[in-house]
């Protein structure tokens, strides 16, 4: 059932779903959505308790709160975690609950949290992803490189006769992998982008003898100069995307370029920072087992200011800024104090054009740890002179400027711009 599950799905996402406005989607996700809620109201004792009621707001913390209460699995809390903490430690990950894959979120919002997919969800999933990331021109015989901290059935769904797929574990050694990507010679690479750039770094020094048809960056924020120096490495027209954490699949990059929300499998509500920041709300109408109805995240999303020339229906957007948890917080001159987008303060390393990696952490309300690749005399200046300019713009007291050679964990996801005080 699962494979022709997987094919079926991959059919109608590809070729047979098809919407030509926005009223035609909207209809669609209303009924879809009506559908999941009187599934619901049957199958988890939380939803049953709110029948009649106005749908409650939920986020990561509540989620793992009403943990027992709102899955419709049966699965407990502590043996979820200790599934999934077990396949951390032993790096096994094909041990699950019943027919029920288990995973731990990586914790970057402050809440560890889990996550599970049933073996139909996981058939859902592989023919989604796999109908909206395959190249037009090719959809057999690819090799599929997936670099991720953690592997989870889920993933390897997509295995196949048609489709390899060879996980490679971010905890191994690095140079281990090159050895196996050469041999293997991948047509498909995914991995964050934190990977992407060393592989690359491999390829220019002729080390990583691989040619991918198609990159797609995941699990972390793409920046645009690290996707145009990607491109130039690798030799492609586009970095694709994957906007994919715990909560689902919400989006992916068209052959345009442009990163657009999967309307057709997630409602999404808007919480509005600004004309086009927002946190998005969404409810996903075909997970069953773990429901994400009206699940606040607290990613920044920014609405693209045109349509994609791709014509597509699904909302197009400029770019995935950060957390809710990145937004620096300062000392304000004419109000008390004053919050900053991570974009404003990214913005100040991506105007010295002698950065290439870097890093900035608020320690403090008056204290920035900058991470460089490049710390003479001369950046440095350059950096605090940027610094400058946007406290000046923005109306806040300059804070102090702490230069640290750049870093970069392997094991860690890279976090550009990271708020690390309340």
């Known amino acids: 059932m699962k494979k022709s599950l997987l094919i079926s ?46 749908l409650p707001l939920m986020d990561k913390e509540k989620m793992m709160r009403y943990f027992d209460e709102l899955n419709t699995v049966g699965i407990k809390k502590e043996q979820a975690f200790d599934i999934a903490l077990k396949g951390e ?55 599929l490189a997936f670099f991720l901290r953690a592997d989870n059935q889920l993933y390897q769904t997509i295995d196949s006769q048609a489709i390899q797929l060879a996980y490679f574990d971010m905890y191994q050694p690095f140079e281990g992998h090159i ?11 995914i991995a964050p982008p934190s990977v992407l750039l060393r592989l690359a770094q491999e390829v220019k020094a002729q080390r990583l003898k691989i040619q991918p048809q198609r990159v797609i960056s995941i ?27 715990t909560e689902g699949f919400l989006g992916y990059t068209c052959e345009h370029g442009t990163l657009h929300l999967n309307e057709d499998i997630v409602k999404f509500e808007k919480e509005y920072l600004d004309e086009r920041r927002f946190y998005p709300i969404i409810t996903d109408f075909t997970r069953t087992s773990q429901p994400m109805l009206r699940y606040r995240l607290n990613d ?61 952490q608020q320690v403090a309300v008056d204290r920035l740890v900058i991470k460089a690749d490049d710390l003479s005399k001369e950046v440095q200046e350059k950096i605090n002179q940027e610094f400058v300019r946007l406290a000046a713009d923005q109306k806040f007291e300059l804070p102090d400027l702490i230069f640290q050679p750049y870093e970069q964990e392997q094991e860690k996801k890279m976090k550009r711009i990271q708020r690390c005080v309340e």
């Open 9 to 54: 799905t991959f059919m109608k996402v590809r070729w047979l779903q098809k919407w030509t406005t926005r009223e035609q989607l909207e209809k669609y996700q209303n009924k879809k959505v009506a559908k999941q809620l009187l599934y619901m109201q049957k199958h988890s004792p939380f939803y049953a308790n709110h029948a009649g009621e106005a």
């Open 300 to 360: 920044i999303l920014v609405e693209a200011d045109q349509p994609c020339s791709c014509g597509s229906v699904f909302e197009a957007i400029e770019k995935i800024e950060g957390r809710e948890d990145d937004i620096f917080v300062f000392k304000g001159i004419e109000q008390e104090t004053v919050a900053v987008y991570p974009d404003f303060i990214r913005r100040c390393l991506l105007f010295v054009s002698e950065v290439r990696e870097y890093q900035v």
């Open 179 to 189: 050895d196996r990507l050469n041999h293997y010679q991948p047509t498909i690479l």
């Open 219 to 245: 699990a972390e924020i793409l920046e645009a100069r690290d996707s145009d120096y990607l491109k130039q490495c690798f030799k492609v027209p586009v970095i694709h995307q994957i906007y994919q954490c």
């Open 89 to 143: 430690r032993t790096r096994n990950f094909q041990e699950g609950y019943q027919d029920i894959s288990v995973g731990l979120s990586s914790g970057t919002s402050g809440n560890r949290g889990i996550f599970f997919t049933s073996e139909k969800e996981q058939a859902i999933w592989a023919g989604t992803i796999l109908a909206k990331m395959l190249p037009k021109k090719q959809l057999l015989n690819h090799k």
